[in-house]
């Protein structure tokens, strides 16, 4: 399949990243954006170098505080979504993300969720990422993937575009 998603639709001046995933199954209550084993394997292959992290996050309203379990980096941010689309199936996600000072996190009796995860990450660009993230349910992992674009208001937009027109239609043949 050829899909054709244009970035400018999503930007404005509250959005600064979009995110894209490939969509398993959908009905009218759910969207299922799990990917395979097989997918990951067409990834490794096609985008060779990676990098793996493990992370603890912890959700308090619209702001979350990740903690890198293996370098104890820390930092806290917040995401609000602007936009959300279906195409075909493609779901992309457009969001304002600002990081926050660490003190901004309140009270640990306050956390709404906890979740432990890892991601694998194969950097594209500067500003394009992939992303397998595997989260560790009680009786399986689910993972899921997606490409992720940090936006700024100096880039190249079709180049952009183009790039993830054909990250897509490479990820979709698999």
Do not use: G
Not at 6 to 14: F, M
Not at 61 to 77: A, C, G, P, R
Not at 109 to 135: A, G, P, V
């Amino acid at each position: 399949m050829n899909y054709k998603i244009d970035i400018n639709k999503y930007i404005d001046n509250d959005v600064n990243l979009i995110e894209i995933y490939l969509i398993k199954d959908k009905n009218e209550h759910s969207i299922d954006v799990s990917s395979s084993d097989i997918l990951e394997k067409s990834i490794d292959n096609i985008y060779k170098k990676n990098k793996v992290e493990k992370y603890i996050s912890y959700y308090n309203k619209e702001k979350v505080y990740t903690y890198e379990l293996s370098n104890d980096n820390q930092y806290v941010n917040t995401k609000f979504k602007k936009h959300l689309d279906i195409i075909d199936n493609i779901l992309v996600i457009a969001s304002k993300n600002d990081k926050q000072p660490n003190y901004t996190f309140p009270c640990t009796n306050d956390i709404d969720n906890i979740s432990q995860y890892t991601i694998k990450e194969y950097k594209i660009s500067y500003r394009i990422s992939l992303f397998i993230r595997y989260d560790n349910n009680i009786d399986k992992t689910i993972k899921t993937f997606n490409i992720e674009y940090k936006h700024s208001q100096n880039v190249d937009i079709d180049k952009i575009n183009e790039q993830i027109n054909k990250i897509i239609t490479k990820i979709s043949n698999c």
